[in-house]
């Protein structure tokens, strides 16, 4: 009876692990790619500018600290090459400053200069702090997986009986484990 009680309670704990595994990933996929935080990090450490063109302003539906975040369309040209690209904003002081058609100040990395945000605003939808709060339920999610696995494993082998060996000498007898004899 205790090796059921086990084995069930192992696989609980699976499906609390599997199920935090695909909670957390279905979060990660609907915010966007985590690396756009990365690369909000590099246009502010190395970002050149240049002026562009607001292609629109929309509301995303999503919020962040009680603020509507809104998304930014935008083109601009470095060194002959057009480029379009999305930011995002809360902070009014920089929506408030655009009009659809009206010039922008736009942020590019110079050896990627297809990568670009408008001044203000971020290239990333979600802040980097929601990605730390998320991680660590993708964590847990795993380990509680892999301690399912264990618990089982642990079951399996322990359910196995362990009986003498029997084997047969080069005369033909049958001998139990020769290795203890003597």
Not at 36 to 65: C, F, K, P, Y
Not at 98 to 106: D, F, I, S, Y
């Amino acid at each position: 009876m205790a090796d059921n009680e086990g084995t069930a309670a192992a696989g609980v704990l699976a499906f609390i692990g599997i199920a935090f595994i695909l909670m957390s990933s279905l979060f990660f996929v609907l915010m966007g790619d985590p690396r756009d935080v990365l690369v909000d990090r590099d246009l502010n450490g190395r970002a050149e500018t240049v002026q562009g063109i607001v292609l629109g302003i929309e509301d995303t539906n999503t919020e962040v600290n009680e603020e509507t975040v809104e998304v930014i369309g935008f083109n601009y040209t470095v060194d002959g090459n057009y480029y379009e690209g999305d930011s995002y904003a809360t902070d009014y002081s920089v929506l408030n400053s655009l009009k659809v058609g009206g010039p922008v100040t736009v942020e590019y990395l110079p050896d990627a200069p297809h990568i670009g945000r408008v001044k203000g605003a971020s290239f990333s939808q979600v802040p980097w702090w929601v990605y730390l709060i998320l991680t660590p339920f993708m964590i847990v999610g795993v380990a509680m997986v892999c301690g399912s696995a264990a618990m089982i494993g642990q079951r399996i082998r322990g359910s196995q009986e362990t009986t003498e060996s029997t084997f047969m000498d080069a005369s033909g007898q049958t001998v139990k484990e020769p290795w203890h004899e003597g």
